[in-house]
Nanobody, 114 residues
Framework: QVQLVESGGGLVQPGGSLRLSCVCVASGMFFRITSMGWYRQARGKQRELVATISSSGSTNYADSVKGRVTISRDNAKNTVYLQMNSLKPEDTAVYYC??????WGQGTQVTVSS
């Protein structure tokens, strides 16, 4: 059974940075051959894509975060990261990690406020 455990959320001032982590508690081989991603859901809004990374390391970003966010993965640690810089109040949301097409983490809250 695959389980995703996210961490790294919190309260940060506008312009600040956070790094989210998502550990995949599953077989290492499975993680290495599977795409990963981060989505977010703000209160009252639909869940939206933030970034994805393929098994080969190819990345894709939402236009709203391009240039401010970097997704990366460490296959040796079964972990995917989301480095977020120059954070804005509109980045406030619950951030979810996804493995493949339909395995979700529990979410971690990011709040950007002064």
């Amino acid at each position: 059974q695959v389980q995703l455990v996210e961490s790294g959320g919190g309260l940060v001032q506008p312009g600040g940075s956070l790094r989210l982590s998502c550990v995949c508690v599953a077989s290492g081989m499975f993680f290495r051959i599977t795409s990963m991603g981060w989505y977010r859901q703000a209160r009252g809004k639909q869940r939206e894509l933030v970034a994805t990374i393929s098994s080969s390391g190819s990345t894709n970003y939402a236009d709203s975060v391009k240039g401010r966010v970097t997704i990366s993965r460490d296959n040796a640690k079964n972990t995917v990261y989301l480095q977020m810089n120059s954070l804005k109040p509109e980045d406030t949301a619950v951030y979810y990690c996804i493995l493949g097409a339909n395995t979700w983490g529990q979410g971690t809250q990011v709040t950007v406020s002064s």
